[in-house]
């Protein structure tokens, strides 16, 4: 039935076929809506009937008239095709159209164009009329040509399956319905949309409504009971933007997003349990052009994150090579193709491109829109609302190990948390939001799990073969090496401990701001700081190890950072794949954010079925994205898995390196010349190497690194530059000051290898001091591979052999990437440690000189490297520059030994006569020395250059060698004496009865002080004079103290002098001097002087009270004296310059008389001036009468008459009388008669 209403000549939806007839508007098909056309797969015509049913002939041609009187209660019954255009159906009540069963097109088709139509009812006509049939009429043309329901018509209604009755009017053309989070019609979104980096969800619905307003729409069903969507893929009537520039046409449907079911196939059901007719498929490119593909967050009117100025961009998923699915092996890249789509209405080859169920064609979407970056839906111009549901996928993994600063101590502000730790630096296919990390995310730590509670995540552990960054990726490989990591922590060190025991294990850094390519010049010069780096939206760095606390308040110019973590097993990652996680709170930025797509999705995921086809294309078509390995960037070192070790002694580069000697360099010293070891001092390999034949770097102490075979020169020199150690892995606690506390239980050491301890270990250090390591000196870089061991006590000397052993269990001192040290047994220390001065004696005034020796050195027998035929001895090696610039050392005369013949036997072996060692020497000097210059001068060995045997390099040196061959080092200086022999000497002591001239000239006063005087428990004066070497008196500037005591201990005995050279001297010091004594005699008492006698100062007296409580009868008082900085004492034999001993005297009690008075000396010279003593001991106050008498009671002289109180008073009488006259010789009386008391005493006066 053809109902053409439209006027001759006018522009006609109707033609005849003639050609030039006119076309479609939109998609410019000739002839596109004619009744005749070639292409239609129904026959347009039938014939005519010629008879009635009662058989009368039926006339040529009918005309009549259709009115709304005249059609309502009517049936027109239509047995072929059913084709109106410009007509009016209108009827005042309901009225009946009966078409075929059109279900399939190829039958017959109802199209209806510029129609009003009302009340209408569809039916079925003929045997369709029975069972399972659907009469449809296709009104929902375009424009002027869409058909117009005026009312009480009967709207077609489906059900989802589709199969049952259903007629009606359609009124409404397939749409493309734009993303919508809240028209949910399944497990998905409805609407259209990326999933895939090369797969669009289309869903169609019959625009009656707003999407973005309603909250449900009609579903358009799109015709494919012949396979029309595949057809229409095939022609090219569906494109998309294609880099950007080109227009092409998607080359696959499917009707899951998985693309496994392909929409020819009509048993399975889509998301919607479409089997046929589909509202919901699925477009996908070319999957042998990666560069059809688009970025995961392309949208339709964007490419995605195309922006590089963060350095990053964002890309596709990449993919492995998949023959079945046609694939071709690509690595992630960003790519320009935009996923918008282009539907034709029809193509010049394609009469039926896209339409529903009911027949009508699908909108027209072609051609660019007049705001391309707004999101279009209109028809007419192309479909610009994809939305974005691709998920981010995990596109790379690197792993490296980030730079170190290289004077962390001196650079502090530049010294970052993240410093020279390895790192894996994840990458996603677009920006994400990673749980609760900000974008801009510096140094957090990492948690154990990573969920709603936890949401940070990043921990690294093995479970069972694999290595999983928690939340993030599992990484596996089946090549070699196996993939390892144990990882550990100390909490509550400094900073907070996390609340949750399992985060309590778990100290990795987390950053989202940081430096791409960072380089060293970067870090040094403060661009890597935090303020400077970019934030990295796509991205996020996992630092093992790496999280750091600090900085620490009162030490961030050195111990910035505090690293909890620490690593006890690790291998490198890279080659291994890295398989993303499932994990919901990893997201893009999407309008609708999607979670990131884990390495393989359930079955359930995106309506993967098993569809048609082998199961291994079923697979890849849903997970296919390329394999993540992880790699190693070019611009960054890889991961520190070499463990740090103690650094094997190797002499030279002749020398073996799979032969290294069982010595370690570990080096005793003795900082403070006392000859005991008081720090070991260690490097350590930060890398520990294989020790085997051909290993490409090879060290050699005291040298260098060795490249390859070349044994010419260290390519790089010593001291070791390569990797370091971390200081602050020893720390223990902070004090709230700031103090720090180091562990160094860890160490244990000790003389004997079977026999080591951790009792005398007090801290740990960062220097090192040993020429050993660097020929220039002191070696003082925070976190380079040097580091010291303190010791406390005299317990080692520097002559002992050493061993260390380790527990990392107790120790944990790391490496830079905080690979801890591991544990070791006792390794033997090298001996490479010179020898010093320690103590010596110059007796001024004399022309001797006498040193102590930290090692036994060689006296006699010498060796010049460069005069192999000869010897010198020791004299010829030393030198005292005196202001001339002359040496004053007379190299002339051998130096001697003091030590005794059996211990020099012990000390030099057999098998070398021709040598002498000994651990002390006398020398002889050209001239006596001045005060000033016993102050000032120093003894040091001559300067040689010579070539060193370990380092093969020229040095400076001295030939002062010990036993093991070491040389004192050239800088090496100690002062002339550390004790002033013959600079004070002790004129007297006068405790006020034995004063000077009691007994007579030079006699009373006590002036010997080798212990053989005696003085009273009494206020005692001693006279000092300080001798200034010269004849004339000079001026003496310098303090002088006296320090005194009484019958000193033991324990404060010179023990370090005696037990080194097996004396017994007994000089004791307030203080200690390292090289001397172990314990300062903290009990001496000190004075100062109580007066200077002359102008020069060099007559100075002091003053011991009686009241010291020491001060006693019995005791024996030893002194000595401190001038400067100089202690000063005696030489207990003056003919053995090591006998160094204080000045003595005892201190004795006058025997009481009766009647309390008691006289002393009562015979005296009166021509010379002797004196007679009194001691008067007064019982109480009273009156005191003292008087001498002749022998016939004249009184000679009243030595006192006057009232005084208890207590004791000494009085004396030198024979003379009133005049000052001496007495005639003979016997005289004195009387004393005072309270309780009337005493006599009988004096003797002679003349001689």
């Known amino acids: 039935m053809l109902l053409n209403g439209n006027p001759a000549g006018s522009p006609s939806m109707y033609d005849d076929g003639t050609p030039g007839t006119a076309a479609d508007g939109n998609s410019g098909v000739a002839g596109l809506f004619a009744y005749h056309h070639a292409d239609r797969t129904a026959a347009p015509n039938a014939a005519f009937e010629t008879a009635y049913p009662d058989g009368t002939a039926m006339a040529a041609s009918y005309s009549g008239a259709i009115t709304e009187e005249t059609l309502a209660g009517k049936t027109i019954t239509v047995h072929g095709n059913f084709y109106a255009n410009g007509v009016d159906l209108l009827a005042s009540s309901a009225w009946t159209l009966s078409i075929p069963d059109n279900d399939l097109a190829t039958n017959s088709f109802a199209e209806a164009y510029r129609l009003n139509v009302s009340n209408c009812t569809v039916a079925v006509s003929g045997a369709g009329a029975t069972g399972t049939y659907h009469a449809w009429i296709a009104a929902g043309g375009e424009g002027t040509g869409a058909a117009n329901d005026a009312g009480g018509n009967v709207p077609v209604s489906t059900s989802a399956d589709g199969k049952t009755v259903s007629t009606g009017w359609s009124f409404r053309r397939p749409r493309l319905l734009a993303e919508n989070a809240s028209l949910a019609t399944g497990a998905q979104l409805s609407g259209t949309y990326t999933v895939f980096d090369d797969v669009i969800r289309v869903e169609f619905y019959d625009g009656a409504v707003s999407p973005a307003a309603a909250t449900a729409v009609n579903t358009k069903r799109i015709e494919n009971s012949n396979n029309e969507i595949e057809k229409a893929v095939a022609a090219g009537a569906l494109t998309f933007n294609h880099n950007g520039t080109a227009r092409t046409a998607f080359t696959g449907v499917f009707k899951d997003a998985a693309c496994t079911v392909p929409t020819s196939d009509t048993t399975t059901p889509n998301e919607r349990g479409e089997t046929v007719d589909l509202s919901v498929f699925y477009l996908r490119t070319n999957p042998a052009d990666a560069t ?10 964007s490419a995605g994150d195309r922006d590089a100025s963060d350095g990053t961009t964002s890309t596709d998923r990449g993919r492995e090579a998949d023959s079945l699915a046609g694939y071709l092996a690509a690595a992630p890249e960003t790519r320009s193709s935009i996923p918008d789509i282009e539907i034709a209405r029809a193509l010049e080859s394609l009469y039926e491109s896209l339409r529903d169920e009911f027949k009508n064609r699908v909108a027209h979407y072609e051609g660019a829109t007049a705001t391309p970056g707004i999101p279009n839906t209109a028809e007419g111009k192309r479909f610009t609302a994809t939305g974005d549901r691709a998920r981010p996928a995990l596109v790379e993994v690197k792993a490296a190990q980030d730079l170190h600063v290289a004077d962390p101590k001196n650079n502090a502000s530049n010294y970052l948390p993240w410093d020279a730790h390895n ?4 990458r996603w296919s677009e920006a994400v939001d990673i749980g609760s990390l900000a974008d801009d995310a510096w140094n957090v730590r990492s948690t154990y799990d990573f969920d709603s509670t ?13 290595l999983l960054a928690s939340g993030f990726f599992r990484a596996t490989r089946t090549d070699t090496p196996n993939l390892a990591l144990t990882m550990g922590v100390r909490n509550d060190i400094v900073g907070t401990t996390p609340d949750d025991a ?14 791409l390519e960072p380089t060293q010049s970067e870090l040094e010069n403060g661009q890597l700081v935090q303020a400077n780096v970019p934030a990295q939206s796509h991205r996020l760095r996992v630092y093992v190890a790496g999280y750091a606390e600090g900085p620490l308040a009162a030490n961030a110019s050195s111990w910035k950072w505090f690293w909890p973590g620490y690593i006890d097993e690790i291998a490198n990652p890279a080659g291994a794949l890295a398989q993303a996680e499932s994990n919901p709170l990893i997201r893009d930025r999407a309008a609708h954010p999607n979670i990131v797509e884990p390495y393989e999705d359930d079955d359930a995921v995106y309506g993967k079925a098993a569809g048609p086809g082998p199961a291994p294309s079923l697979l890849a078509n849903t997970t296919n994205k390329a394999d993540i390995r992880i790699v190693e960037p070019s611009y960054a070192p890889s991961w520190d898995t070499t463990f740090p070790d103690i650094a094997r002694y190797r002499k030279n580069a002749a020398a073996e390196w799979t032969a290294a000697e069982d010595l370690f360099e570990i080096s005793p010293v003795d900082t403070n010349g006392d000859g005991f070891i008081d ?6 390999l930060d890398d520990k190497p294989l020790y085997t034949e051909g290993e490409a770097w090879q060290w050699v102490s005291r040298q260098g690194w060795y490249a390859g075979s070349d044994r010419t020169a260290p390519t790089e020199a010593a001291p070791d530059k390569r990797g370091g150690i971390r200081a602050a892995s020893m720390l223990k606690a902070v004090a709230p000051d700031g103090t720090l506390e180091m562990t160094v239980d860890g160490f244990k050491a000790g003389k004997d290898s079977t026999d080591l301890t951790t009792a005398f270990n007090t801290s740990f250090g960062t220097s090192v001091t040993d020429s050993f390591f660097d020929k220039n000196g002191v070696i003082n870089v925070l976190e380079d591979p040097y580091f010291s061991l303190y010791t406390t006590g005299l317990n080692w000397r520097v002559t002992d052999p050493m061993f260390v052993s380790y527990d990392q269990n107790k120790g944990f001192l ?11 047994g006792a390794r033997k220390a090298i001996d490479k440690t010179p020898p010093r001065f320690t103590f010596t004696i110059q007796p001024m005034g004399t022309m001797e000189l006498y040193m102590v020796f930290s090692k036994p050195v060689i006296l006699k027998g010498i060796k010049d490297p460069e005069l192999p035929d000869t010897t010198i001895d020791l004299q010829k090696c030393l030198e005292i520059i005196d202001g001339t610039g002359g040496n004053i050392v007379d190299q002339t005369v ?22 002498l060692y000994s651990k002390d020497a006398v020398i002889k000097l050209t001239r006596p020395l001045t005060l000033q210059e016993i102050q000032t001068l120093a003894l040091a060995p001559q300067k040689k250059e010579r070539v060193d045997e370990d380092s093969n390099m020229i040095l400076n040196v001295s030939l002062v060698e010990d036993e093991m061959g070491n040389r004192m080092q050239a800088t090496e200086t100690h002062r002339v004496t550390d004790i002033g022999i013959n600079v004070v000497d002790p004129l007297y002591a006068s405790d006020g009865v034995n004063t000077d001239g009691t007994f007579g000239a030079g006699e009373g006063a006590l002036r010997i002080f080798d212990g053989s005087g005696r003085l009273l428990d009494r206020d005692i004066t001693i006279g000092t004079r300080i001798n200034p070497g010269v004849d004339a008196p000079t001026l003496t500037p310098d303090d002088l103290q006296l320090f005194f005591d009484a019958n000193p201990t033991k324990d404060v005995m010179p023990t370090v002098y005696n037990d080194w050279l097996g004396r017994n001297a007994e000089l004791w010091l307030p203080s200690i001097l390292p090289s001397f004594n172990a314990n300062a005699n903290f009990a001496a008492r000190s004075e100062s002087p109580k007066a200077t006698v002359d102008e020069n100062r060099n007559l100075r007296n002091f003053i011991i009270s009686a009241n010291d409580p020491e001060l006693e009868m019995g005791n024996e008082i030893q002194f000595l004296f401190k001038y400067g900085d100089l202690y000063c004492a005696r030489l207990k034999d003056p003919a053995d ?14 025997r009481m008389q009766r009647g309390g008075v008691t006289i002393l000396n009562n015979v005296i010279d009166s021509l010379k001036k002797e004196k007679t003593l009194l001691t008067i001991d007064m019982p109480k106050s009273g009156n005191l009468v003292i008087q001498v008498f002749t022998m016939d009671g004249n009184i000679v002289r009243t030595l006192e008459r006057n009232k005084k109180g208890a207590g004791t008073y000494t009085y004396s009488w030198d024979g003379t009388n009133l005049s000052g006259n001496p007495v005639a010789r003979g016997m005289y009386f004195i009387r004393v008669i005072g309270p309780e008391m009337d005493e006599i005493r009988k004096v003797l006066v002679v003349k001689e």
Do not use: C
């Open 679 to 684: 720090r070991l001092e260690f490097h350590i």
């Open 814 to 824: 790391t490496d830079l990437a905080g690979l801890r040290i591991q544990s070791h």
């Open 894 to 915: 051998a130096a001697q030994s003091k030590m005794t013949k059996d211990q020099i036997k012990q000390l030099n072996p057999e098998d070398e006569p021709d040598k």
């Open 454 to 466: 936890t949401p940070v995540g990043g921990d690294t552990r093995m479970v069972g073969e694999e």
């Open 502 to 515: 399992n985060d309590q294990k778990s100290a990795n850094g987390l950053y989202r701001k940081f430096d």
């Open 1137 to 1150: 310059i090591t006998s160094v001993d204080p000045w003595r005297f005892d201190i004795s009690g006058i």
């Open 423 to 426: 790192y894996f630096e994840l």
């Open 292 to 301: 059809q593909r688009w970025n995961t967050d392309a949208t339709g009117t």
